[in-house]
């Protein structure tokens, strides 16, 4: 009779699935490290254009304001105009080096080269073909076939990274090139998209064009093949809303750029340029995305992407990371996590909702937030944990809530939002110096 009931609960359990007991996942994980998500964010630039922020408010808004975010990176297109070369050169200086489009050989490529040999300093540490033509196909690959050769055989910019051409179409014209021109991948270092999606990056929107992100980074390996990726642009507007490309709320940006950071690279993306750093027009008369005002004032987003390299951060040296067990219980449904480790062995747990924090916006009268409700989960440890920190760098810089007991704690109670939570975990034994 017993049995007879337990196959009575068993069924009607798989026919009603959201009654079924809390989801549950416990494993060993390893870390990643924590230097790899603060270091894999790059913005995009227009210092070439002298009728913009970016050359007439250089020293007052653009220098500072990207020495204070923590960027290291820059994408932008070549100029041979002396005082922004040594702008270029100022910057890698601070350490923010520069990703350079070239669209034309073999000025571009002299350029390059007169960077990194010129100032006694590392400027220029990749470059790439002409951005989104998406139409080229015999003049690509002659300009691909041109750039590889000039980069790879001299000697001052063999060490410069190479990246393939750039599409606005992420859904067919990575494959389309790769079909036209088979042997492209041997003559690139890196794969490139612009996944641009302006909604939530998890969503079946998330790769742009109308298909999942997963979708996306599968046609660019049509091109690329098994080499590795980077988002060379990839944002979000705030005003400028269109049905193909919706606009969201600075409070909205916050939440999905560092959720677009860690996403992408839980997917092996190693670079991510965030487009743009100030709008080019004032008074938004063009696309409207900047992730600071016109003014220099910080957007929510700049706050957001700042104390997320500020969190993350950990340069130095190679290091091998651990592995965590850990454990996961309540409903997982859109719940992401990844595991971060520093050198000193803190871990850093990362869990967010994948959601919609924002309404799809066909129109800027449409353009508003959501605020989906925090789901509540426990997490359970597998190692002696000694304390315990929470953060929410989207909209704050310091520790939110700490956790210590003298004989260690064995779980933590927490309420996950749409934005990233960060589990700060100080085990037992922290070794002094992991460099």
Known sequence: MKFRQSVVVVVWLLCFPGLWPPLVSARRIKALPADSAAGMVGVNTHFNYTDTPYYQCYNEIVKPRLIELGIRHIRDNPSTNPKVKDRYAELAARGIKLLLINWNQPRDFLLARSLDTDYGIKVVEAVEP??????????????????????????????????????????????????????????MQRGNTHDYCGTYPEGRLGGGWGFALD??????????????????????????????????????????????????????????????????????????????????????????????????????????????????????KDIHHLLLQKRDGRFYLVLWQGVESSAYAKTDADIADIEPAPRSLTLKFGAKVQAVKLYTPSFSAGVIETHGAPNGIKSVDLSVPDHILVVELGLAKISPDRS
């Open 215 to 332: 979708d996306a980074l599968a046609e660019q390996k049509k091109l690329c093949d098994e080499l590795p990726i980077w988002a060379t642009e990839n944002g979000y507007k705030n005003s400028k809303s269109t049905p193909g490309h919706p606009a969201v709320t600075e409070r909205a940006a916050a939440k999905y750029l560092p959720r677009q950071f860690l996403l992408h690279l839980s997917k092996g993306v190693e670079r991510f340029y965030i487009y743009q750093f100030i709008n080019c027009k004032p008074n938004n008369a063009h696309e409207n995305f900047g992730i600071i005002n016109d003014d220099g004032s910080p957007r929510k987003q700049y706050l957001a992407v700042k104390n997320f390299i500020g969190l993350f951060s950990d340069p130095g040296a190679n290091f091998e990371t651990d592995s965590l067990d850990y454990e996961l219980q309540g409903d997982l």
């Open 130 to 187: 002409p951005n989104e033509r998406d139409t080229w196909r015999d003049k690509m690959k002659e300009h691909i076939a041109a750039m590889w050769a000039a980069y790879r055989n001299d000697p001052a910019t063999k060490d410069i990274v190479i990246l393939g051409p750039s599409y606005a179409n992420t859904r067919s014209s990575p494959s389309n090139f790769a079909a036209f021109w088979p042997e492209a991948n041997r003559y």
